[in-house]
T-cell receptor, first 114, second 114 residues
Framework: RKEVEQDPGPFNVPEGATVAFNCTYS??????FFWYRQDCRKEPKLLMS???SGNEDGRFTAQLNRASQYISLLIRDSKLSDSATYLC???????????????FGQGTILTVHP | DTGVSQDPRHKITKRGQNVTFRCDPI?????LYWYRQTLGQGPEFLTY????????KSRLLSDRFSAERPKGSFSTLEIQRTEQGDSAMYLC????????????FGEGSRLTVL
């Protein structure tokens, strides 16, 4: 079983749509969670961290369910510029002082069309 | 530009040759990571350094791969006796500890083994 699993998609949605991505992780000792975004032929960049209580950044909402070892990302009011690959990322190390190896999922491709 | 820089950006080599990639991290970052990414996959962890110390190395990394960070600044990744399966994008990232855990990636070095 892969350490981090994502539905690769692709997800094709119209502008203005709401879309949700899911991710599961296999190691229950995982402590830190992130969503990264990767544009075509570009390097990955941090989109947002995922906190236990859930967190929101504008149109983006991230949720964590430790019991189910499940992470989600919700994008509301999709824009053309949201088209990218969204990578779920997990680390075993606790936050704050000792991030070590970050494990990336396969990525979910999102295409937003007019 | 004060971001992560990688050199060369592209390398084409024949099977059996050795190749070396260089990464210059963001200057104040004490952690440096190497990842490999193939088409349709997320970045796959290879190894990471805290200053000059190599703290973790992936089991997937065969003995043909070696990475160094001799003075805790730039790093090199060498692949000996390259194989066609080594063809990939090699991504370097840096981060600062303690910190948020965000990885800052370079644009990558694309390796093609003929």
């Amino acid at each position: 079983r892969k350490e981090v699993e994502q539905d690769p998609g692709p997800f094709n949605v119209p502008e203005g749509a709401t879309v949700a991505f899911n991710c599961t992780y296999s190691n229950s000792a995982s402590q830190s969670f992130f969503w990264y975004r990767q544009d075509c032929r570009k390097e990955p960049k941090l989109l947002m961290s995922v906190y236990s209580s859930g967190n929101e950044d504008g149109r983006f909402t991230a949720q964590l369910n430790r019991a189910s070892q499940y992470i989600s990302l919700l994008i509301r009011d999709s824009k053309l510029s949201d088209s990218a690959t969204y990578l779920c990322v997990v680390s075993l190390n606790a936050g704050g002082t000792s991030y070590g190896k970050l494990t990336f999922g396969q990525g979910t491709i999102l295409t937003v069309h007019p | 530009d004060t971001g992560v820089s990688q050199d060369p950006r592209h390398k084409i080599t024949k099977r059996g040759q050795n190749v070396t990639f260089r990464c210059d991290p963001i200057s104040e970052h004490n952690r440096l990571y190497w990842y490999r990414q193939t088409l349709g996959q997320g970045p796959e962890f290879l190894t990471y350094f805290q200053n000059e110390a190599q703290l973790e190395k992936s089991r997937l990394l065969s003995d043909r791969f070696s990475a160094e960070r001799p003075k805790g600044s730039f790093s090199t990744l060498e692949i000996q006796r390259t194989e066609q399966g080594d063809s990939a994008m090699y991504l370097c990232a840096s981060s600062i500890r303690p910190g948020t855990g965000e990885l800052f990636f370079g644009e990558g070095s694309r390796l093609t083994v003929l």
